[in-house]
């Protein structure tokens, strides 16, 4: 069964930091590129970041460049997002995505807050 779970969300002040991981299960990770979106309330699905399958060349949204990183542990199966400085408009429920094997996880979410 192919499957991605998220973690590592939670309420934080502006600018603070969260790691979010992403574990799969189901596939072989090392051989597909990865990506994270995320949606605020009242707002569509926004990609903002992706990696390639050896975890070179990452790229991000415009919104998350300099703050955000991606990366990710082709050992364990795992994609991680390392966010600092988070401001009040990263709030959202954080999703990882497998584009080649068309499959989400259920989602992490990310409050900002004071």
């Known amino acids: 069964q192919v499957q991605l779970v998220e973690s590592g969300g939670g309420l934080v002040q502006p600018g603070g930091s969260l790691r979010l991981s992403c574990a799969a299960s189901?596939?072989?990770?090392?051989?597909?590129?990865m990506n994270w979106y995320r949606q605020a309330p009242g707002r569509g699905r926004e990609w903002i970041s992706g990696?390639?399958?050896?975890?070179?060349?990452?790229n991000y949204a415009a919104s998350v460049e300099g703050r955000f990183t991606i990366s990710r542990d082709n050992s364990n199966g795992t994609v991680y997002l390392q966010m600092d400085s988070l401001k009040l408009e990263d709030t959202a429920v954080y999703f990882c995505?497998?584009?080649?094997?068309?499959?989400w996880g259920q989602g992490t979410q990310v409050t900002v807050s004071t």
């Open positions: 995505y497998a584009p080649q094997r068309g499959v």
């Open positions: 189901g596939f072989r990770f090392s051989m597909y590129p």
């Open positions: 990696i390639s399958p050896p975890g070179r060349n990452p």
